[in-house]
Each structure stands twice: as C-alpha cells, then as structure tokens.
C-alpha cells in the first residue's frame, strides 16, 4: 500500500526556516519523482516543486525559485522540502505527492495535480510576527 506522510510543518516567523519531510512507504522512492504542492484555503492546490529520481530534472515554482530547495535521501525514503525566508504568503497546508510509475519530473505538467495519483494528509505551515 502507498503512503506518503509529510512532516516538519509549524509556525514560524517572516524570513525564518522551516524543512519539511515527506516519507514514503509501499513502493521504491528511488524509483519515482514526487512533487510538493500546496494549498491556501479557497484555493486550489498549486505545484511547488518537483524532484526526479535518479539525475532526472527539478523544478520549481517561480514563488519559491531561490528560496526553497527540494532534496532526497533515498536510503531514508524521504524527501524534503527546505525553505528558507519564508513570508506570510507561504501560509498554506504542503503536500507531497506521486505517481510511482513516473520516474521523471516533465516541465509542462509537474505542476498538475493529476499527474499524481498518491497523496500525503499534509502538513501546515504558518509564517506570522
């Protein structure tokens, strides 16, 4: 069974840090991309960033692009998610996500959210003073 479980969310204040974790089970990490996304209440959710396996592409929302940084540790089933200088505006619930039979993140759909098709329950993530 696929699952994926984020973790690391909280509070923080404006330009402070945060990593988040995305951990994965029932299916080989090192074989998928996986994708994080978020969500702003009301809205739907939008692609962050994505992360190939192997020595595939990276990708970035241009929010975010030189302030958060996608890495993975395959031998610990995890990906995480680094975000530096946060701002208010990055308020939302952070989901990973993937479709374990895609290896590759693809520039003109990594950001869709039905190019995946296992998600995690999310974790929240306040920037406030």
């Known amino acids: 069974q696929v699952q994926l479980v984020e973790s690391g969310g909280g509070l923080v204040q404006p330009v402070e840090s945060l990593k988040l974790s995305c951990t994965a089970s029932g299916f080989t990490l090192g074989n998928a991309a996986i994708g994080w996304f978020r969500q702003f209440p009301g809205k739907e959710r939008e692609g962050v960033s994505c992360?190939?396996?192997?020595?595939?592409?990276?990708y970035y929302a241009d929010s975010v692009k030189g302030r958060f940084t996608i890495s993975r540790d395959n031998a610990k089933i995890t990906v995480y998610l680094k975000m530096d200088n946060l701002e208010p505006e990055d308020t939302a619930v952070y989901y990973c996500?993937?479709?374990?039979?895609?290896?590759?993140?693809?520039?003109?759909?990594?950001?869709?959210?039905?190019?995946?098709?296992?998600w995690g329950p999310g974790t929240q993530v306040t920037v406030s003073s």
């Open positions: 992360i190939s396996s192997f020595d595939g592409p990276t």
């Open positions: 996500a993937t479709d374990t039979l895609q290896p590759t993140c693809v520039e003109t759909n990594w950001d869709i959210i039905e190019s995946y098709d296992y």
